[in-house]
Nanobody
Framework: QVQLVESGGGLVQAGKSLTLSCAASGGKISVRTTGWFRQAPGKEREFAAAITWIGPNTYYANSTKGRFTISRDNAKNTVYLQMSSLKPEDTAVYYC???????????????????WGQGTQVTVSS
C-alpha cells in the first residue's frame, strides 16, 4: 500500500511561485505514474500534471502548461509540482496521486490512479 503525503501549500500572491511536494512511502514512486490533481471550491477535481515511469514523460493540463513543472526525485521518493505565475484561479486543494506499478509512458486515465494523498491547500490572492 502506497501512502502519499503532500506539503508546501499556503497563501501566495498572484504572479508568485510555490512548490508542492509529495512524499511517498510503502512503494517506489519511480515505478509508477504520479499525478497532481486539484479541486477548487464548488468544482470537480481536475487533472493538473503527471509524470510517468517510462521516459519519464510529463503531461499537463492546458490550464497549467507552461506555468507548472512536475518532477521526481527517486532517491527521496518524492514528486514535486513547481508552480509559477500563479493566478487566483489556481486556488484549490491539490492532491497527489499514484498508479499501481505500470511500465508505461502514456498518460493514465484518471481512474487508474489507485493511491491518493490527503491534499494541501493553495490559495492565490489577487
Amino acid at each position: 500500500q502506497v501512502q502519499l503525503v503532500e506539503s508546501g501549500g499556503g497563501l501566495v500572491q498572484a504572479g508568485k511561485s510555490l512548490t508542492l511536494s509529495c512524499a511517498a512511502s510503502g512503494g517506489k514512486i519511480s515505478v509508477r505514474t504520479t499525478g497532481w490533481f486539484r479541486q477548487a471550491p464548488g468544482k470537480e477535481r481536475e487533472f493538473a500534471a503527471a509524470i510517468t515511469w517510462i521516459g519519464p514523460n510529463t503531461y499537463y493540463a492546458n490550464s497549467t502548461k507552461g506555468r507548472f513543472t512536475i518532477s521526481r526525485d527517486n532517491a527521496k521518493n518524492t514528486v514535486y509540482l513547481q508552480m509559477s505565475s500563479l493566478k487566483p484561479e489556481d486556488t484549490a486543494v491539490y492532491y497527489c496521486a499514484a498508479t499501481r506499478t505500470t511500465a508505461t509512458s502514456r498518460r493514465p486515465d484518471d481512474s487508474e490512479y489507485a493511491y491518493w494523498g490527503q491534499g494541501t491547500q493553495v490559495t492565490v490572492s489577487s
